[in-house]
């Protein structure tokens, strides 16, 4: 069955970095395109970047410039490097795919930015 694991999240200082990591199985992962989203306190979930299985990159444009997605195929791995930090940035952020006509996620790891 599909399973998505995420890890890295934490606290960090405003202009910080971190990086998120989603480990996937029960599916070919270079097959299928990944997303991150994310759900900050009080606000619904959003797409925050997605990666296509030939590496087309989208991203909200508030993250633009600072977040990096990408994928390692060999390692069923997808990573968002997270830079220049800011308190809105603050949410559980999710891992994502569309398999066998359903969304999967993973259970989210919390990521907090404040002094």
């Known amino acids: 069955q599909v399973q998505l694991v995420e890890s890295g999240g934490g606290l960090v200082q405003p202009g910080g970095s971190l990086r998120l990591s989603c480990a996937a199985s029960?599916?070919?992962?270079?097959?299928?395109?990944m997303s991150w989203y994310r759900q900050g306190p009080g606000k619904e979930r959003e797409l925050v970047a997605s990666?296509?299985?030939?590496?087309?990159?989208n991203y909200a444009d508030s993250v633009k410039g600072r977040f990096t997605i990408s994928r390692d195929n060999a390692k069923n791995t997808m990573y968002l490097q997270m830079n220049t930090l800011k308190p809105e940035d603050t949410a559980v952020y999710y891992c994502?795919?569309?398999?066998?006509?359903?969304?999967?996620w993973g259970q989210g790891t919390q990521v907090t930015v404040s002094s």
């Open positions: 994502n795919t569309f398999v066998g006509f359903r969304h999967y």
């Open positions: 029960g599916f070919t992962f270079r097959s299928y395109g």
């Open positions: 990666i296509t299985t030939d590496g087309r990159i």
